[in-house]
């Protein structure tokens, strides 16, 4: 079965980190992006960062540049979130796509189901 799931959510203090993961099964890394999105309670899903899977080549929303990292192995995508800020709170979701790197949320066809990030001040 062709899928993505997401682990690594939890609560963390104001200041903390956590790492997210993708793990993608069915499928081989050959050509696609892997996107990071989430998205909080009554509003808008949001992209946080993108990877490509070819050349490695990566792109982070203004909201998370300099804070947040991601990277790949094998099958995995990895979202490493420092400095977390309770306006990080929400649930986050990868997803793949076919094409050039973007963080619309309308241009990836699958998606996982999520794990929650929760962030206390």
């Known amino acids: 079965e062709v899928q993505l799931v997401e682990s690594g959510g939890g609560l963390v203090q104001a200041g903390g980190s956590l790492r997210l993961s993708c793990a993608a099964s069915g499928f081989t890394f050959d050509d696609y992006v892997i996107g990071w999105f989430r998205q909080a309670p009554g509003k808008e899903r949001e992209g946080v960062s993108c990877?490509?899977?070819?050349?490695?080549s990566t792109y982070y929303g203004d909201s998370v540049k300099g804070r947040f990292t991601i990277s790949m192995t094998q099958n995995t995508v990895y979202l490493q979130m420092n400095s977390l800020k309770p306006e990080d709170m929400a649930v986050y979701y990868c997803a793949r796509r076919v094409g050039s790197p973007t963080t619309a949320a309308s241009d990836y066809n699958l998606w996982g189901q999520g794990t929650q990030v929760t962030v206390s001040s």
């Open positions: 990877i490509s899977t070819s050349d490695s």
